[in-house]
Every structure is written in C-alpha cells, then in structure tokens.
T-cell receptor, first 111, second 115 residues
Framework: DTAVSQTPKYLVTQMGNDKSIKCEQN?????MYWYKQDSKKFLKIMFS???????INETVPNRFSPKSPDKAHLNLHINSLELGDSAVYFC??????????FGSGTRLTVV | AQSVTQPDIHITVSEGASLELRCNYS??????LFWYVQSPGQGLQLLLK??????LVQGIKGFEAEFKRSQSSFNLRKPSVHWSDAAEYFC?????????????FGKGTKLSVIP
C-alpha cells in the first residue's frame, strides 16, 4: 500500500480554471505538507498542517487553499490557475521523529 | 531564516569514480540534515539523515555523508558511482525550533554518469 498517495499524477488545464489535488497518507502521521517544485527543480514549502490545523503558510497566493478534512488528508485547491502555477506539487507527511515521507508528485501544466 | 546551499548545479563523473556532493547550511541551532535523491519523473527518496551522534552517517545505495559543524557542511559521498546513480540530489535541513519542522531544501545537484 502506498504510504502517501496523490491524485492525479498529471493534470493539464487551461488558465483561469479551478483544480484540486488530493493527498492521503496511511501512516498515522500528524503533520502534512505541500511543497512546490518549479521548472528549475527548486523545492519550496507551501503549507504545513498539524492535526488538521494550519501551521505554516508561506508566501503563497491566496488562490491556493489547502483543506484538511481529517489528519490523513490534505488537499490543495487552486483557483484561477495561471501559467506560473505550472510545477510539480509534492505532498508529504512527517512522523514525530522527523521521518518524512513524500508522495510521488502531481505534475500540473497550465496552458 | 534557515537556508541550504548546494554550490554545484551539475556534476559529471565516470562510472566507477568517486563522488562528493557538497552541502552547506545556515543557522546556529543544531540542524537535522537529510539527503534525498530524485530520478527523472519520480518522487523523492531518502538516502540518509543526521540528527546527532556519530558525524559519519551511512545510507542506502552505498552513500555516506559527514556532518562537520565547524564548516556547516553535510557532504554526500560515494566511493564508486554506478550509472544508475544519475539523478538529482537534494540536501535538506530542519531544526527542532523550526515551527512545524518543515524541510528547507537546497537547489539540487544534477549528477550525470559517463559509462
């Protein structure tokens, strides 16, 4: 069973659309994250949740809204998609002893 | 703010040669350090991590890294590179006081291997 699963794996959409990426972890971890990897491969933290509560919201446009219905899920909703949103988005979770597990990523392409 | 520097954007080595990838971190507190590898189109795989204790850490796939506090470095090494090691390598850091313990990544080093 996949520990951190993201869907979809690929997402191609037009500018202005709204889309969601789902993330689920079956590890029982309390903390989950969203990272963005840009075209130059740079990975940057976007959001951090601990037990369904937002802990960190880096300088991300408010078009991006994370939602955590329970501690096993952290979904990412993006409104009014722009070309610059094209990237690979990684979900991750962390155990209490700095054991990070990453999902396989969602490649978002905005055309 | 915490930061990680990987000075080498791209390194090319011959198969069988030794490898060292450099990583420097900033911040005064005790860091928790990680190396990840990303193959093309894939996710991130943890190679090794350092929290405390022995400063020479062994990881998977024959990799090791050495923590040097005096140099704020955590360089990754492998004595003999295989063609399958060609990938992007990321150094990352977090700290015990870093909010939700999010990882801060370096910009990565792309490793190419000549057969």
């Amino acid at each position: 069973d996949t520990a951190v699963s993201q869907t979809p794996k690929y997402l191609v959409t037009q500018m202005g659309n709204d889309k969601s990426i789902k993330c689920e972890q079956n590890l029982g971890h309390d903390t989950m994250y969203w990272y963005k990897q840009d075209s130059k491969k740079f990975l940057k933290i976007m959001f951090s949740y601990n037990n369904k509560e937002l802990i960190i919201n880096e300088t991300v446009p408010n078009r991006f809204s994370p939602k955590s219905p329970d501690k096993a899920h952290l979904n990412l909703h993006i409104n009014s998609l722009e070309l610059g949103d094209s990237a690979v988005y990684f979900c991750a979770s962390m155990s209490g002893t700095y054991g990070y597990t990453f999902g396989s990523g969602t490649r978002l392409t905005v055309v | 703010a915490q930061s990680v520097t990987q000075p080498d954007i791209h390194i090319t080595v011959s198969e069988g040669a030794s490898l060292e990838l450099r990583c420097n971190y900033s911040y005064g507190a005790t860091p928790y350090l990680f190396w990840y590898v990303q193959s093309p189109g894939q996710g991130l795989q943890l190679l090794l991590k350092y929290f405390s204790g022995d400063t020479l850490v062994q990881g998977i796939k024959g990799f090791e890294a050495e923590f040097k506090r005096s140099q704020s470095s955590f360089n990754l090494r492998k004595p003999s590179v295989h063609w399958s090691d060609a990938a992007e390598y990321f150094c990352a850091v977090t700290y015990s006081g870093a909010g939700s313990y999010q990882l801060t990544f370096g910009k990565g080093t792309k490793l190419s291997v000549i057969p």
